[in-house]
């Protein structure tokens, strides 16, 4: 697998320098970004042995969905300031390799662009002010396609960045079409976002599931559980909104213990082993921002297919190294905090 911090230097080579810093920016003084990869480090691996692994199989399902592996695209907005092909190519190599997309609902490219390449397929959204225009983001994207929508709870206000950034919002917007030419996309999010309008969303979305990104703490995860999501994503959005926020690889477990749902989680994924330290703390998948960012400006679709395959043949090695077949064998005896 390509060492992550080279990837990360072929794609600061090729981009423009405002570009670059957007992506890679936290908020504040990036203290939650700082830690999001240490904190996966803290667990250290305790392989059972020995073990006949002669054959590894790292496939498993989200929310009944069959997929190759427990790594997924997270989603990030705007890919088009990166690469021509945006999301579609990031959508087309998802699907090369078995793995689920989810969309950003800040996507460069249509639902329909999308969805016309994708395997299955989530689309993230946010509860705008305009709650009707939400309503109507979700059901064309259900008509589109889409499997689940992920709901992020993590910005009721869009954080500063440390970094400072620039990039051409030219490249517009198309799945909140009044959003086009705004800069600052923030203002158009929701502030007052409650439980209630995870009630609502779920009731609304008609039978497509409601997931909900952004939580760090059991109690929350047990109330979007009762308010009728089917999931809960641990998240600090990649650092980029409160600094000083728990690692997720910290705050993983209470959630997990919290509800019986599945758990998915994000921030600072960089090997096999962070996926197979997540599975081990009870995540059921694992998602990767930045990574995918990064392949994508290096490679467009045949980046992120290299990169996908990559952390699956990783996770590979990793079940085989510890002494795992199958993904259900993936336990809390595997890990050991120091
Ligand atoms: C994001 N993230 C994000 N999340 C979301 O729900 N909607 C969005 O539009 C975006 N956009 C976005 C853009 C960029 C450039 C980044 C880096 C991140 C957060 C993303 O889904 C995820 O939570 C983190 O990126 C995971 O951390 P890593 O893998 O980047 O460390």
Same mark, same amino acid.
């Given at each position: 697998?390509?060492?992550?911090?080279?990837?990360?230097?072929?794609?600061?080579?090729?981009?423009?320098?405002?570009?670059?810093?957007?992506?890679?920016?936290?908020?504040?003084?990036?203290?939650?970004?700082?830690?999001?990869?240490?904190?996966?480090?803290?667990?250290?691996?305790?392989?059972?042995?020995?073990?006949?692994?002669?054959?590894?199989?790292?496939?498993?399902?989200?929310?009944?969905?069959?997929?190759?592996?427990?790594?997924?695209?997270?989603?990030?907005?705007?890919?088009?300031?990166?690469?021509?092909?945006?999301?579609?190519?990031?959508?087309?190599?998802?699907?090369?390799?078995? &793995?689920?997309?989810? *969309? @950003?609902?800040?996507?460069?490219?249509?639902? %329909? #662009? $999308?969805?016309?390449?994708? !395997?299955?397929?989530?689309?993230?959204?946010?509860?705008?002010?305009?709650?009707?225009?939400?309503?109507?983001?979700?059901?064309?994207?259900?008509?589109?396609?889409?499997?689940?929508?992920?709901?992020?709870?993590?910005?009721?206000?869009?954080?500063?960045?440390?970094?400072?950034?620039?990039?051409?919002?030219?490249?517009?917007?198309?799945?909140?079409?009044?959003?086009?030419?705004?800069?600052?996309?923030?203002?158009?999010?929701?502030?007052?976002?409650?439980?209630?309008?995870?009630?609502?969303?779920?009731?609304?979305?008609?039978?497509?599931?409601?997931?909900?990104?952004?939580?760090?703490?059991?109690?929350?995860?047990?109330?979007?559980?009762?308010?009728?999501?089917?999931?809960?994503?641990?998240?600090?959005?990649?650092?980029?909104?409160?600094?000083?926020?728990?690692? &997720?690889?910290?705050? *993983? @477990?209470?959630?997990?213990?919290?509800?019986? %749902? #599945? $758990?998915?989680?994000?921030? !600072?994924?960089?090997?096999?082993?962070?996926?197979?330290?997540?599975?081990?703390?009870?995540?059921?998948?694992?998602?990767?921002?930045?990574?995918?960012?990064?392949?994508?400006?290096?490679?467009?679709?045949?980046?992120?297919?290299?990169?996908?395959?990559?952390?699956?043949?990783?996770?590979?090695?990793?079940?085989?190294?510890?002494?795992?077949?199958?993904?259900?064998?993936?336990?809390?005896?595997?890990?050991?905090?120091?």
């Amino acid at each position: 697998m390509i060492s992550h911090l080279d990837l990360v230097e072929e794609a600061r080579a090729i981009l423009p320098e405002g570009v670059f810093q957007y992506v890679a920016t936290g908020a504040g003084v990036e203290e939650t970004l700082t830690a999001a990869a240490p904190a996966w480090q803290q667990y250290y691996l305790r392989p059972r042995l020995p073990r006949d692994v002669t054959a590894v199989d790292t496939s498993t399902t989200l929310l009944g969905t069959k997929v190759s592996g427990p790594v997924h695209v997270a989603p990030t907005g705007f890919q088009r300031i990166v690469h021509p092909d945006g999301e579609t190519a990031t959508a087309k190599a998802a699907n090369e390799t078995g &793995s689920l997309l989810v *969309l @950003s609902s800040r996507s460069t490219s249509s639902l %329909e #662009e $999308v969805s016309a390449v994708a !395997g299955p397929w989530w689309l993230q959204a946010y509860v705008l002010r305009d709650r009707d225009l939400t309503a109507e983001i979700v059901r064309r994207a259900a008509a589109a396609g889409a499997q689940a929508v992920v709901l992020t709870v993590h910005t009721p206000h869009v954080a500063r960045k440390a970094r400072s950034y620039e990039f051409d919002t030219s490249v517009g917007s198309p799945i909140i079409p009044e959003l086009a030419t705004r800069d600052d996309l923030g203002v158009w999010q929701a502030p007052d976002v409650t439980l209630e309008d995870i009630q609502w969303l779920a009731g609304l979305s008609g039978g497509v599931p409601v997931v909900v990104k952004g939580i760090l703490r059991g109690d929350d995860a047990r109330a979007c559980i009762d308010a009728g999501a089917q999931a809960v994503w641990v998240s600090n959005h990649g650092g980029r909104q409160l600094d000083g926020a728990i690692p &997720s690889a910290i705050a *993983l @477990s209470e959630v997990v213990e919290a509800i019986d %749902e #599945e $758990v998915y989680v994000d921030g !600072g994924i960089r090997t096999g082993r962070d996926v197979v330290r997540a599975l081990a703390l009870g995540a059921r998948a694992a998602f990767v921002g930045r990574p995918v960012v990064w392949a994508l400006a290096v490679g467009g679709a045949d980046g992120v297919r290299d990169l996908l395959n990559g952390f699956r043949e990783d996770v590979e090695e990793t079940m085989a190294l510890t002494g795992c077949t199958s993904i259900d064998e993936i336990g809390p005896d595997l890990v050991t905090r120091s």
